[in-house]
């Protein structure tokens, strides 16, 4: 099979990324554009001739050729780049960014590309991290203070949607608890059983929430004590994802972006910068957990994502197959990564 680029040269390779220029020879293009113009002739009319049915040669006077040409090299430039990425053994994270040099019908194609290279991640003892913060002893006892709080906080719902409106300038009247009232929540047969019940919900809140907070930070306290250096292109890369995404957020809010800064208080270059920062740290978390992941060996296999997917689609229904499949795996990843940490 003949190569699909040529005079590859190196022109850097430093702060873990790399760049080289190629050209793609004309015979590739030459093979490429022939494919190109059949399938172009599939659907070319002209005067007198029927859609499809153009000759050839009608078919080559009357088509751009510098179109073809440019058809033909993005047919071919990307699997010539993973060709260079397999001869150089490589191995890349994030999108290569590609510059075409020279593009000229009857001529190869001139072309740079700069990548950015995985970095390698030197990990602390995540292990002893995890089990040291999980292991941390907290008060999960609920106070009779905090069961009154929860119940207030019930009577002014009740309150506010109008169940016992005050007059204006009054203050607000709030429903007493009485056995009525407490069977609006379920068949309690007194006072006592319904402030019980709240009781043990709290409870239950409270350690989903400790639950979370130690696993957050548990994650942060691996990174802090990870070795990483993430290529300057990967995290501009990032950046430019997250102005895309606060651009698309303002467009559905319908606020520009001087409206956004000044309710924010922040100038565009301060936005930007934290930002920039917020990506940064993105990218820390998401390569020291992927290396975890690695050295661990942790997978999900498809019967686990299959159940798991179907389970998401009745909380997340008209979401695509490929969407559930890919939160679903992310899931339960991300519990068994967990499990790993939390093991007494």
Same mark, same amino acid.
């Given at each position: 099979? +003949?190569?699909?680029? $040529?005079? !590859?040269?190196?022109?850097?390779?430093?702060? =873990?990324?790399?760049?080289?220029?190629?050209?793609?020879?004309?015979?590739? !293009?030459?093979?490429?554009?022939?494919?190109?113009?059949?399938?172009?002739?599939?659907?070319?009319?002209?005067?007198?001739?029927?859609? =499809?049915?153009?000759?050839?040669?009608?078919?080559?006077?009357?088509? +751009? *050729?510098?179109?073809?040409?440019?058809?033909?090299?993005?047919?071919?430039?990307?699997?010539?780049?993973?060709?260079?990425?397999? +001869?150089?053994?490589? $191995?890349?994270?994030?999108?290569?960014?590609?510059?075409?040099?020279? /593009?000229?019908?009857?001529?190869?194609?001139?072309?740079?590309?700069?990548?950015?290279?995985?970095?390698?991640?030197?990990?602390?003892?995540?292990?002893?991290? =995890?089990? $040291?913060?999980?292991?941390?002893?907290?008060?999960?006892?609920?106070?009779?203070?905090?069961?009154?709080?929860?119940?207030?906080?019930i009577q002014k719902m009740f309150a506010s949607a109008g169940k016992e409106p005050g007059k204006e300038g009054e203050p607000e009247?709030?429903?007493?608890?009485?056995?009525?009232?407490?069977?609006?929540? =379920?068949?309690?047969?007194?006072?006592?059983?319904?402030?019980?019940?709240?009781? &043990?919900?709290?409870?239950?809140?409270?350690?989903?929430?400790?639950?979370?907070?130690?696993?957050?930070?548990?994650?942060?306290?691996?990174?802090?004590?990870? *070795?990483?250096? /993430?290529?300057?292109?990967? /995290?501009?890369?990032?950046?430019?994802?997250?102005?895309?995404?606060?651009?698309?957020? !303002?467009?559905?809010? &319908?606020?520009?972006?001087?409206?956004?800064?000044?309710?924010?208080?922040?100038?565009?270059?301060?936005?930007?910068?934290?930002?920039?920062?917020?990506?940064?740290?993105? !990218?820390?978390?998401?390569?020291?957990?992927?290396?975890?992941?690695?050295?661990?060996?942790?997978?999900?296999?498809?019967?686990?994502?299959?159940?798991?997917?179907?389970?998401l689609e009745s909380h997340y229904p008209g979401r695509e197959h490929g969407e559930l499949h890919n939160m679903a795996e992310a899931?339960? /990843?991300?519990?068994k990564l967990f499990a790993l940490f939390e093991k007494q």
């Open positions: 099979m +003949d190569k699909l680029y $040529t005079n !590859l040269k190196k022109l850097k390779a430093k702060a =873990g990324e790399v760049e080289f220029e190629a050209e793609i020879p004309l015979e590739i !293009l030459e093979k490429k554009s022939v494919e190109v113009l059949a399938a172009i002739a599939l659907d070319f009319e002209l005067p007198g001739f029927r859609k =499809g049915k153009v000759p050839e040669d009608m078919i080559e006077k009357n088509v +751009d *050729k510098m179109r073809v040409f440019e058809e033909a090299t993005d047919a071919v430039l990307y699997d010539a780049i993973n060709e260079i990425i397999a +001869d150089e053994k490589l $191995t890349i994270i994030g999108s290569p960014q590609i510059t075409i040099t020279k /593009i000229s019908p009857g001529n190869p194609v001139n072309f740079r590309i700069e990548m950015a290279l995985m970095p390698k991640v030197s990990l602390p003892d995540y292990k002893k991290i =995890g089990q $040291t913060i999980a292991q941390k002893e907290n008060n999960m006892e609920v106070s009779e203070a905090e069961v009154d709080e929860a119940i207030k906080n009247k709030l429903p007493e608890i009485n056995d009525e009232f407490i069977k609006q929540f =379920g068949p309690f047969k007194n006072i006592e059983e319904f402030r019980a019940e709240f009781k &043990k919900q709290i409870g239950e809140d409270k350690k989903i929430k400790l639950k979370e907070f130690k696993r957050d930070e548990i994650i942060k306290e691996i990174i802090k004590n990870s *070795k990483i250096e /993430i290529p300057p292109m990967l /995290i501009d890369q990032e950046f430019q994802r997250f102005i895309q995404e606060r651009d698309k957020s !303002l467009a559905e809010a &319908k606020l520009s972006l001087e409206d956004y800064l000044k309710k924010a208080g922040k100038t565009k270059e301060v936005l930007e910068k934290d930002m920039r920062r917020v990506a940064e740290e993105r !990218l820390k978390t998401h390569l020291v957990v992927m290396a975890i992941q690695q050295q661990e060996n942790i997978v999900a296999d498809e019967k686990e994502i299959h159940e798991k997917a179907e389970h899931m339960i /990843i991300n519990e």
